[in-house]
């Protein structure tokens, strides 16, 4: 069974910080690695998309990477806003299933004033 | 800029009724994925299309769960009857070319 550990599961901090939210998942097959945002009762919002070829993607304050020999991906959210208050999931394929996601359970962020 | 289109957005149902939901994939997306999402708990594939065929469906509990695509566009999904452990956040998304997803808002459905 493909295991995604995302850490912390929670996280609650003040606007301005510098933050990395943790994936780590035990699977050594991993092809392409994608981070996603999702907001209360809402769908998924694609961040960053990792393919199997590269090591790290950036958009604006974020910046995702992924070492697949040590099973790790880590998202990198600077200057942290209240508008980033989210759930942040992150989830990889195999390559070989057609993009079949496997996702982690998530770290709920929050961003105060 | 296409999006992913789901309905209904939100639907209480009672136990042992009938319930489906519909989703539209961004236009010339092949491949389709249905999630459901227990609250708390992470993303879980039901059902995986290539065009109108199933390619995974492992994970759907066929003795009350259907999926169709019959023209490999939309896709409806069904639950007959519903139990009160469905009630969750059920999620389509479409790939172009089975690397990036792009999701739809989702339905979130209630089981009474």
């Known amino acids: 069974k493909q295991e995604v550990t995302q850490i912390p599961a929670a996280l609650s901090v003040p606007e301005g910080e510098n933050l990395v939210l943790n994936c780590s998942f035990t699977?050594?097959?991993?092809?392409?690695l994608q981070w996603f945002r999702q907001d209360p009762g809402k769908g998924l919002t694609s961040l960053l998309l990792?393919?199997?070829?590269?090591r790290e993607q950036t958009s604006g304050r974020l910046n995702a990477s992924l070492d697949k020999s040590s099973g790790r991906s880590t998202l990198y959210i600077a200057a942290s806003q209240p508008g980033d208050s989210a759930t942040y999931l992150c989830?990889?394929?195999?390559?070989?299933?057609?993009?079949?996601?496997?996702f982690g359970r998530g770290t709920q962020l929050t961003v105060w004033p | 800029e296409a999006e992913v289109a789901q309905s209904p957005r939100y639907k209480i149902t009672e136990k042992s009724q009938a319930v489906a939901f519909w989703c539209d994939p961004i236009s010339g997306h092949a491949t389709l994925y249905w999630y459901r999402q227990i609250l708390g708990q992470g993303l879980e594939l039901l059902v995986q299309f290539q065009d109108e065929s199933v390619v995974d469906d492992s994970q759907l509990p066929k003795d009350r769960f259907s999926a169709e695509r019959l023209k490999g566009v939309d896709s409806t999904l069904k639950i007959q009857p519903a139990e009160l452990g469905d009630s969750a956040m059920y999620l389509c998304?479409?790939?172009?070319?089975?690397?990036?997803?792009?999701f739809g808002p989702g339905t979130r459905l209630t089981v009474t």
């Open positions: 998304a479409s790939s172009l070319a089975g690397i990036e997803q792009y």
């Open positions: 989830a990889f394929d195999r390559g070989s299933t057609l993009g079949r996601l496997y």
């Open positions: 699977d050594s097959a991993i092809y392409n």
């Open positions: 990792i393919q199997s070829s590269q």
